[in-house]
């Protein structure tokens, strides 16, 4: 099962309103959402640079694909949108399904 864009989206959302609340460096931006680009994204969040960020996300998102790709997306941090990394990784990435496990019956 894949994630969806919007669901992609909300991660990204989350752990950025994450960071605001304990990571001074991390700018409140009242206008974030998903046509940003990765250039402003990085500025906001005060992220790595597009290649560690690529290895941090392949990393994350357990990707089987090249991490080239990636890469060439977030390298071309001035015209890719939020927006546009967020299909590409739904397209890519796969849900984990948890099993529940029952105790004592």
């Known amino acids: 099962m894949k994630y969806s864009k919007q669901e992609i989206f909300q991660i990204l959302t989350d752990y950025y309103l994450f960071q605001v609340q304990f990571d001074p460096e991390v700018d409140e931006y ?20 597009p290649k560690k960020l690529a290895t941090g996300f392949h990393a994350f998102f357990e990707l089987d694909i090249p991490i080239i790709e990636l890469e060439a997306l977030l390298i071309s941090e001035n015209k890719t949108t939020l927006s546009n990394l967020c299909e590409y990784l739904a397209t890519h990435v796969e849900r984990k399904t948890i099993t529940p496990v029952k105790l004592l019956g």
Do not use: H, K, M, N
Not at 32 to 48: H, K, M, S
């Open 30 to 49: 009242p206008a974030f959402g998903d046509q940003i680009t990765i250039a402003e994204w990085r500025e906001i969040c005060d992220l790595v640079s």
